[in-house]
């Protein structure tokens, strides 16, 4: 896929469609094991869904990682393809690099678009 492509997946997403991103490469080389764990991880993470970074970090085997979670999320070079906008804490939003009403309207955008009822209320695992 190419970068046009992916502009419009962007654009078709902050629309209001659900996009699947997976076919997208992302070059995650420059960073740790850990960090590549953490963010290949969070792909996974469903449309319309959230997990507690603690919830993230048991996911890759580290329970008592969550701290270090949200830093590798830090370095996410690619946000909204890995939506690492669905992962909050478990007394709140948490941080986002483009800032938390950034991140609140992304989630809310997933969850309550009526058009994606059906990819919004599916729970992850």
């Known amino acids: 896929m190419d970068k046009r492509n992916l502009i419009d997946d962007l654009i078709r997403y902050l629309s209001g469609e659900?996009?699947?991103f997976s076919g997208y490469e992302v070059d995650l080389s420059g960073l740790t094991d850990f960090e590549r764990s953490v963010l290949c991880e969070t792909r996974k993470i469903r449309y319309g869904s959230?997990?507690?970074y603690s919830k993230l970090a048991a996911r890759i085997?580290?329970?008592?990682?969550?701290?270090?979670?949200g830093n590798a999320l830090k370095?996410?070079?690619?946000?909204?393809?890995?939506p690492?906008?669905?992962?909050?804490?478990?007394?709140g939003i948490g941080g986002y690099a483009f800032g938390v009403e950034t991140k609140r309207y992304l989630l809310?955008?997933?969850?309550?678009?009526?058009?994606?009822?059906?990819a919004a209320t599916r729970s992850d695992p």
């Open 18 to 20: 659900v996009v699947d």
């Open 50 to 52: 959230v997990v507690t």
């Open 61 to 69: 085997g580290k329970p008592n990682a969550a701290r270090a979670a």
């Open 75 to 82: 370095k996410n070079p690619a946000p909204i393809v890995i």
């Open 84 to 91: 690492c906008h669905r992962v909050v804490s478990k007394g």
């Open 108 to 118: 809310k955008l997933e969850t309550e678009n009526p058009g994606n009822v059906a």
